[in-house]
């Protein structure tokens, strides 16, 4: 089966500088055309999109330098190669169009061997970086895939909390629209991967919501330095684990930047406040009245939002049916009266395994999960 062939985009406003391209390029690749800005952004979002854009810089309307500015702005084509084809030859025209993003610059009138070979050396060098992308997102995800299973298996209310405020980042980021959400989403998942070194005793009176004592406080208000510890020598996780580090437990900072930097600065620590104040004993509305006081209104009104949704239709469910993803809408409770998985946890693969094994007897058959 021969290989499908690499699709160039040719972006030029005159006809006979796409023809010239279009001769040098069309024996190797699929070549596809827009004479305007408009059109070159049409095309590269679509489904189809290039694997290389050559782009002219000086056209009408939209010039060369704002097409590539609004590709590397999108998530969608960010990563495709564009290199600017045009009349200019000073050396600050290139710069700012390498500064833009661009990973090369070509001067009309141009040179067959030398269009091929730049363009066959950047898609080479396109494909080697996804290779590299893809894994080092694998080694990443196994990375805390394992933290997350050692602190499933060392301190399980640690863990459930964890998941929780996973969940809860997950979907105000997605309501806040922010940028690189997986790394808040990491962040949240990992914060309590510093619960491992304090005592189980500490850990199970601030997960049944009882008054620590000043060296019980002070020993518990370690555990995020703790996490940065530990997540700060893993490549890639090392802004996540600052992230982490910000974190002040029980404290009442009043926070009144309302920018959607500071929003975002502030929402692990927000989602963070929220968690503990409830485990705590207070209602949701308790918290929430305390933190419209402490935080920008929209990041408050959001965590209204994301906890009502939680607090929806119900459906009970055998536990032996229970599947990863799952969200528990009551505490799962032993034959002992002790809570084996507090209301919130969003289910593992690993939890489930815990649960339909011999390590936890005496629980329900049933129990109620969030629709």
């Not at 500088?17 to 069309?26: M, P, R, T």
């Not at 949704?309 to 055998?318: G, H, L, N, P, V």
Request: proline share 4%; with cysteine.
């Amino acid at each position: 089966m021969s290989k499908e062939r690499k699709i160039i985009l040719v972006v030029d406003d005159v006809a006979s500088n796409i023809d010239v391209l279009q001769e040098i390029l069309k024996s190797d690749y699929r070549v596809k055309v827009a004479t305007n800005g408009s059109k070159a952004l049409e095309i590269a979002r679509s489904g189809d999109k290039p694997d290389l854009i050559l782009l002219d810089i000086m056209m009408p309307e939209m010039d060369g330098y704002e097409v590539c500015r609004q590709l590397k702005r999108s998530l969608k084509t960010r990563n495709i190669p564009v290199v600017f084809v045009t009349a200019l030859a000073e050396i600050k025209d290139e710069t700012k169009g390498l500064d833009l993003g661009a990973v090369d610059y070509l001067t009309k009138p141009v040179s067959p061997p030398i269009v091929l070979a730049r363009v066959k050396n950047h898609l080479e060098l396109s494909e080697i970086k996804v290779k590299l992308e893809e894994s080092l997102q694998k080694t990443l995800l196994g990375s805390i895939r394992i933290l997350s299973d050692i602190l499933a298996v060392t301190n399980q209310e640690a863990f459930s909390r964890a998941l929780r405020l996973k969940t809860m980042v997950g979907k105000l980021a997605k309501k806040l629209q922010i940028k690189d959400a997986w790394k808040y989403e990491i962040a949240a998942s990992l914060s309590q991967i510093g619960c491992i070194f304090l005592p189980a005793r500490l850990m199970c009176k601030v997960h049944r919501g009882n008054k620590l004592n000043a060296e019980e406080l002070a020993l518990y208000r370690n555990y995020p330095q703790h996490s940065y510890g530990i997540l700060s020598n893993i490549p890639h996780l090392e802004e996540s684990a600052e992230m982490i580090l910000q974190l002040k437990l029980f404290e009442h900072t009043s926070f009144s930047d309302a920018s959607d930097e500071a929003i975002c600065r502030l929402l692990l620590q927000g989602v963070v406040y929220f968690e503990e104040q409830t485990s705590l004993g207070l209602s949701s509305e308790e918290v929430l009245a305390r933190m419209s006081n402490l935080y920008p209104p929209l990041l408050t009104e959001y965590i209204e939002e994301v906890d009502a949704e939680a607090s929806k239709a119900t459906e009970e469910i055998k536990v032996r049916d229970l599947e990863p993803g799952m969200v528990l809408a009551e505490d799962m409770v032993s034959d002992v009266g002790s809570v084996v998985l507090p209301k919130g946890t969003e289910l593992s693969s690993t939890i489930i395994l815990r649960l339909k094994s011999s390590w936890i007897c005496g629980l329900k058959e049933t129990v109620l999960i969030s629709k």
